[in-house]
């Protein structure tokens, strides 16, 4: 054979073979998600998701960078609890423990998911803006993985239900317009490609671990998803299990960032940059002058009310206060019976939710509370 034919034909082998694992490591959108309708004034209704995490998610506001005493035995034992105390008062908590050993509740969950699951074959999501889409996206991601979390609870760690070769998220939860989708399908196939890989999207995913972005008290919109996405990334980056500085050569960063390197171009100074633009106070100058990033932050407890509180002086995972009327169709969930509920909680759990008050008052008076309207819509990292 020519040598110079004999070339051509190496050189296509090799094109078609970088072509074909670029391919296999970035998949293309299913047909029935790659179309949008810039011109469309359809919204999708989210009352029934609203009315739940208005109900079952509590805000903690912002980090103030303080780390939590030392914990000390509870009186009568030797027990003492084991928590991060970079991290135990950080992030928006949600009321897994409403949920455990009650059907009606759980059934809540998987109204709302199967609602939002079935949406497309009703009405395609080509009808539909990019930025409705994308609200669409995370809200259907977020109230799957609450069913799938719900489905362990009380488990404390969610490290081996994340992370590890069993991981939920590769796995085919969903059928959304007849496609069989994981949340890895969502986040890294549709959303990556979607929206030009940006890095924003992981802030929406919540993942039900302290150190992961907040879960909100409202379900994503079109009109404003973009202006939440900010503040979610102003509030996790500007927090002890976002970032920290080690010394004066090494910056520490959550482990998310590891796990989500794709967006960041496999680029340290891209993500150097992204996190420059949120970053506040003197840690914004510490990252100016480090010189290695390491992504070791890592917080795989829950993010119930009182996390690891349940395995001392009690058992307090028995709250069977009911999300009446919010198993139909149209109904808006409604938590009942949590004033009764509180007084069964231990001292130790009392403790906690003062001091998570304590840190919310704290924290609006240090960091300041800025709304999405103040942030405005902000759609394009770059």
């Known amino acids: 054979m020519n040598k110079y034919i004999l070339f051509f034909v190496f050189l296509f082998c090799g094109i078609f073979s970088v072509s074909t694992q670029a391919n296999a490591a970035n998949p293309a959108v299913p047909d029935?998600?790659?179309?949008?309708?810039?011109?469309?004034?359809?919204?999708?209704?989210?009352t029934d998701l609203n009315s739940l995490l208005g109900t079952v998610v509590l805000e903690t506001g912002r980090s103030t960078r303080k780390k939590a005493a030392h914990a000390h035995a509870q009186t009568g034992t030797r027990?003492?609890?084991?928590?991060?105390?970079?991290?135990?008062?950080?992030?928006?908590?949600?009321?897994?423990?409403?949920?455990?050993?009650n059907e009606e509740n759980q059934q809540v969950l998987r109204n709302i998911r199967d609602r939002l699951e079935q949406l497309p074959t009703a009405t395609?999501?080509?009808?539909?803006?990019?930025?409705?889409q994308l609200a669409y996206w995370l809200n259907l991601y977020n109230i799957t993985i609450l069913n799938e979390i719900v489905k362990v609870y009380p488990e404390h760690?969610?490290?081996?239900?994340l992370a590890s070769k069993k991981s939920i998220l590769s796995i085919k939860l969903l059928t959304v317009a007849g496609v069989p989708l994981s949340l890895n399908d969502i986040q890294f196939v549709i959303l990556r490609n979607n929206y030009e890989n940006n890095p924003m999207i992981i802030y929406g995913l919540f993942q039900g671990i302290i150190g992961g972005p907040?879960?909100?008290?409202?379900?994503?919109?079109?009109?404003?998803?973009?202006?939440?996405?900010?503040?979610?990334?102003?509030?996790?980056?500007?927090?002890?299990?976002?970032?920290?500085?080690?010394?004066?050569?090494?910056?520490?960063?959550?482990?998310l960032y590891q796990r989500n390197e794709v967006f960041f171009?496999?680029?340290?100074?891209?993500?150097?940059?992204?996190?420059?633009?949120?970053?506040?106070?003197?840690?914004?100058?510490?990252?100016?002058?480090?010189?290695?990033?390491?992504?070791?932050?890592?917080?795989?407890?829950?993010?119930d009310l009182y996390g690891s509180f349940r395995d001392v002086g009690g058992n307090f995972a028995n709250n069977n206060a009911a999300l009446v009327g919010s198993v139909s169709n149209s109904q808006p969930?409604?938590?009942?019976?949590?004033g009764a509920a509180i007084s069964r909680y231990s001292p130790a759990v009392m403790a906690h939710l003062d001091e998570l008050n304590r840190k919310r008052a704290e924290s609006s008076k240090e960091v300041g509370i800025v709304t999405v309207e103040e942030l405005g819509q902000v759609s394009d990292e770059n």
């Open 124 to 132: 395609p999501l080509e009808s539909f803006s990019r930025n409705e």
């Open 214 to 255: 907040n879960i909100r008290k409202s379900a994503y919109s079109g009109t404003y998803v973009y202006g939440d996405l900010v503040d979610n990334a102003v509030e996790f980056i500007n927090s002890n299990r976002g970032t920290e500085s080690k010394n004066n050569r090494v910056f520490r960063v959550s482990s």
């Open 32 to 46: 029935p998600f790659q179309r949008f309708d810039v011109n469309s004034s359809l919204t999708i209704d989210y």
């Open 157 to 161: 760690s969610l490290k081996e239900l």
């Open 79 to 101: 027990m003492k609890m084991s928590v991060n105390r970079a991290t135990v008062y950080e992030g928006n908590r949600f009321l897994f423990e409403v949920f455990n050993n």
């Open 333 to 338: 969930a409604r938590l009942s019976g949590a």
């Open 265 to 303: 171009n496999d680029s340290d100074s891209d993500l150097t940059r992204h996190l420059l633009r949120y970053l506040d106070g003197e840690e914004y100058d510490e990252l100016q002058a480090a010189t290695t990033i390491k992504p070791d932050i890592n917080d795989w407890t829950i993010t």
